[in-house]
């Protein structure tokens, strides 16, 4: 047994996620191979293996080789959203941070079939890539789309959206920045809602009960899943107010 002082705590809060180590097929191992140089950041980590540790801010700009508006999609799975906006909006920066690899494997081959050009990879825990990977101010968009619902009353602690995160949401958007939402679970919809709509440096970007769907965000498998479960899809759109 070791001493107390010995004892790593490898994060202050519980991950939202569940990071699965799914086997990749041939074709997702090849991409891993030969596109991760392409396409995969090179994070400095902490003690977890999806941690970034602090102080290691990467310069967009550099990253891209160019200046441009920049959106994040947190939580992107096999990147078909990310993907295909990356493709439909040539003059835009695309960041897809998740941490399921096969995933990432799939994003990674999908858009090297796209000849996409203008899309980085993160493997990393989403607040950490906010907290440290990203500069302040640094995104224009950010997506949140079907986060994990944690829909078990015992598990709900551990979803994403809560009012301790948002402070890491203000710091990345830029003044005027849009952060987009959605998930088929009504209890978390409202969760959400509810967290934004009390906190201080975001207002409502739609009129009404909720958002309209946001025309970019293509049909992915997780949103036909709960479609075929008779849940309704709910979007939401906040943007960033103040100077800072």
Known sequence: MPEAADVRVFRERPVSFVRRSGRMSEA??????????????????AEAATSVHPGSTIDPERV???????V????????????HAAASRPGTDFLAVEVFRAGLART??????AGVANLRLAEANAPEVLTHLLPEGSVDELWIFFP????????TKRRLIEP???????????????VR?????????????????????????FAGEWAERHPGRV????????????????DLTYRRTGSR
């Open 164 to 178: 301790g995160f948002l402070p890491s949401v203000q710091r990345v958007l830029r003044p005027g920045g849009v």
């Open 64 to 70: 891209y080789g160019r200046r441009a508006p920049l």
């Open 28 to 45: 997702q191992e090849r991409a891993w191979d030969e596109l991760s140089d392409r396409y995969l950041l090179e994070i400095p980590r």
């Open 219 to 234: 049909l992915t498998a997780f949103e036909r899943k709960g479609e075929r479960a008779g849940r309704s899809i709910r």
């Open 72 to 83: 994040v999609e947190i939580g992107s799975g096999q990147g078909h959203a990310i993907v």
């Open 108 to 113: 990674m081959l999908d858009a090297d079939r």
């Open 148 to 155: 994990d619902p944690w829909h078990k009353k015992r598990h």
């Open 181 to 205: 939402l959605a998930t088929d679970w009504e209890d978390y919809a409202r969760q959400m809602r509810t967290v934004f709509d009390e906190a201080a440096g975001f207002d409502r970007d």
